[in-house]
């Protein structure tokens, strides 16, 4: 089978946006989505990940680990400290290199962002020809000139099982007065 796709996920800005918002992402739900909707065989999409990280955060390293096995190319790059305590984590430039490399190979990319930074890859793919899916964030956290430089536009929460509210369980027994929370039964 020939290859005939690229997704290429921007995790840094999905993660925050939804992060922020009190949700997950469903990375292995979003990869089905994509197969499905474009009518791609697993061996006809390249699925590209793009996360920066720090070598402490262990969650950041599971989730890269997770993405490497669900079927995705993880492309990584440490996150850089500065002496005033900022940081510098940006992986835009890895990304566009990468769809600029494969623009002869495919004939659809789908980009996964909300970041307005893209709208001029989107220009170039566009006028090479490809056409271009954008799957962003919804609730005004993807740039309308990214929507509109897209050949198809979709919001990541309108995509059913992509994204979820992440639950924080009650505890059973209140630990200062051995308790059971409101609204359960008593067991006997």
Same mark, same amino acid.
């Given at each position: 089978?020939e290859l005939?796709? /690229? /997704?290429?996920?921007? !995790?840094?800005?999905?993660?925050? +946006?939804?992060?922020?918002?009190?949700?997950?992402?469903?990375?292995?739900?979003?990869?089905?989505? %994509?197969?499905?909707?474009?009518?791609?065989?697993?061996?006809?999409?390249k &699925?590209?990940a793009?996360?920066p990280?720090?070598? $402490?955060?262990?969650?950041r390293?599971?989730?890269?680990?997770?993405?490497?096995?669900?079927?995705?190319?993880?492309?990584?790059k440490?996150?850089? #400290?500065?002496?005033?305590?900022?940081?510098?984590?940006?992986? $835009?430039?890895?990304?566009? &290199?990468? /769809?600029?490399?494969?623009? $002869?190979?495919? #004939?659809?990319?789908?980009?996964?962002?909300?970041?307005?930074?893209?709208?001029?890859?989107?220009?170039? &793919?566009?006028r090479?020809?490809?056409?271009v +899916?954008?799957?962003? *964030?919804?609730?005004?956290?993807t740039?309308? #000139?990214?929507?509109r430089?897209?050949?198809?536009?979709?919001?990541?929460?309108e995509?059913?099982? !992509?994204? &979820?509210?992440?639950f924080?369980?009650? *505890?059973? %027994?209140?630990?200062?007065?051995?308790?059971?929370?409101?609204g359960l *039964?008593a067991?006997?």
């Amino acid at each position: 089978m020939e290859l005939r796709a /690229a /997704a290429l996920v921007d !995790v840094q800005n999905i993660q925050e +946006t939804f992060e922020r918002q009190g949700y997950e992402v469903r990375y292995d739900a979003l990869k089905e989505y %994509i197969k499905r909707q474009h009518g791609l065989d697993e061996r006809e999409v390249k &699925l590209l990940a793009f996360i920066p990280y720090r070598r $402490d955060d262990e969650r950041r390293m599971r989730l890269i680990d997770a993405l490497s096995f669900m079927g995705f190319r993880v492309i990584t790059k440490p996150v850089r #400290e500065h002496a005033d305590g900022g940081m510098k984590a940006n992986m $835009d430039t890895d990304l566009v &290199l990468e /769809a600029v490399n494969l623009a $002869d190979l495919v #004939e659809e990319f789908v980009l996964v962002t909300g970041d307005s930074d893209f709208v001029s890859l989107v220009d170039y &793919l566009s006028r090479r020809g490809k056409r271009v +899916t954008v799957l962003g *964030p919804g609730r005004g956290s993807t740039s309308v #000139e990214l929507i509109r430089a897209s050949d198809y536009y979709q919001n990541l929460d309108e995509i059913q099982g !992509v994204i &979820l509210a992440r639950f924080v369980q009650e *505890p059973l %027994i209140s630990s200062q007065s051995g308790e059971l929370p409101s609204g359960l *039964p008593a067991q006997s």
